[in-house]
């Protein structure tokens, strides 16, 4: 982290997972022990039926509630789908985006680049995720397909908006899985997602601008991914389910920076 340029963003990502009533009970649970420094911005992404028990619960805090998908299409025949102005009207302030269980459904660079520019346009903030899988890693060949996804995702986004995306770098094999990249790895990966930032952009918006580790971070073993110097926070899948265990990964970014 570096909290002198950046900002450190502890972003939860519930997946399917709780009811609009299980919502309201965590959002209570959290609310009592939310710590009271403002040491960096929290978010919770939920699915959709349970944004507005969110936001609600939420309304006077420091949680910003966020989707875990959008519709980059304003409106129309999209069956089932979700249009960013949606979001922002029913209160949330992030979306993820290009989540690999999202990209494993089908979803293409090209749908991750179209939404992020949806997002931006509606004012919602977006948490771009990119990620190699094992095989990519084991080939050697994880700088080339992130460097690939930063450059498609981000095709068009103007340098007056880059600062405004959030860039999670989740290794797929990491997900859920309960193996963790080691900060070292972690760290490698983030430092290389910030250099094609600016080569794409400038010193100063890659300086700016937060990337977050995701991949079985948890209370154990989020202080020392946090201590790394471009590790600006985390995108939290389980552990966000358990409001003891998300509060203690902000707790873990309450830790001096470089
Ligand atoms: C995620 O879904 O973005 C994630 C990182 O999940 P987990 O923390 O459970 O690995």
Same mark, same amino acid.
């Given at each position: 982290?570096?909290?002198?340029?950046?900002?450190?963003?502890?972003?939860?990502? =519930?997946?399917?997972?709780?009811?609009?009533?299980?919502?309201?009970?965590?959002?209570?649970?959290?609310?009592?022990?939310?710590?009271?420094?403002? =040491?960096?911005?929290?978010?919770?992404?939920?699915?959709?039926?349970?944004?507005?028990?969110?936001?609600?619960?939420?309304?006077?805090?420091?949680?910003?509630?966020?989707?875990?998908?959008?519709?980059?299409?304003?409106?129309?025949?999209?069956?089932?789908?979700?249009?960013?102005?949606? $979001?922002?009207?029913?209160?949330?302030?992030?979306?993820?985006?290009?989540?690999?269980?999202?990209?494993?459904?089908?979803?293409?660079?090209?749908?991750?680049?179209?939404?992020?520019?949806?997002?931006?346009?509606?004012?919602?903030?977006?948490?771009?995720?990119?990620?190699?899988?094992?095989?990519?890693?084991?080939?050697?060949?994880?700088?080339? =397909?992130?460097?690939?996804?930063?450059?498609?995702?981000?095709?068009?986004?103007?340098?007056?908006?880059?600062?405004?995306?959030?860039?999670?770098?989740?290794?797929? =094999?990491?997900?859920?899985?309960?193996?963790?990249?080691?900060?070292?790895?972690?760290?490698?990966?983030?430092?290389?997602?910030?250099?094609?930032?600016?080569? $794409?952009?400038?010193?100063?918006?890659?300086?700016?601008?937060?990337?977050?580790?995701?991949?079985?971070?948890?209370?154990?073993?989020?202080?020392?991914?946090?201590?790394?110097?471009?590790?600006?926070?985390?995108?939290?899948?389980?552990?966000?389910?358990?409001?003891?265990?998300?509060?203690?990964?902000?707790?873990?970014?309450?830790?001096?920076?470089?």
């Amino acid at each position: 982290m570096n909290r002198k340029y950046r900002k450190t963003v502890i972003a939860g990502n =519930w997946k399917m997972n709780k009811t609009p009533s299980e919502t309201k009970e965590f959002m209570t649970q959290l609310k009592a022990i939310m710590p009271k420094g403002r =040491w960096c911005d929290v978010a919770l992404c939920v699915p959709a039926v349970c944004i507005p028990a969110a936001v609600r619960a939420m309304r006077e805090t420091r949680v910003g509630i966020g989707a875990e998908n959008c519709n980059p299409n304003p409106s129309g025949a999209y069956t089932g789908e979700i249009a960013t102005n949606m $979001l922002t009207d029913a209160g949330c302030k992030y979306v993820i985006i290009g989540h690999s269980e999202r990209r494993a459904m089908g979803e293409t660079d090209a749908d991750v680049n179209a939404k992020v520019l949806a997002a931006l346009d509606a004012g919602l903030i977006p948490i771009m995720c990119c990620g190699e899988s094992l095989e990519q890693r084991q080939n050697g060949v994880t700088a080339e =397909w992130i460097t690939m996804q930063i450059k498609l995702g981000l095709k068009d986004v103007p340098e007056d908006k880059i600062r405004k995306v959030i860039i999670a770098y989740e290794p797929i =094999w990491a997900i859920g899985t309960g193996l963790t990249a080691t900060p070292e790895q972690a760290e490698e990966v983030c430092e290389m997602i910030r250099s094609v930032v600016r080569k $794409l952009y400038s010193s100063k918006n890659a300086r700016a601008i937060s990337i977050l580790y995701g991949g079985s971070m948890n209370e154990k073993n989020a202080f020392e991914l946090l201590a790394q110097p471009d590790i600006d926070g985390g995108l939290i899948g389980g552990a966000s389910l358990v409001p003891e265990k998300f509060v203690k990964i902000i707790e873990a970014a309450n830790q001096p920076t470089v």
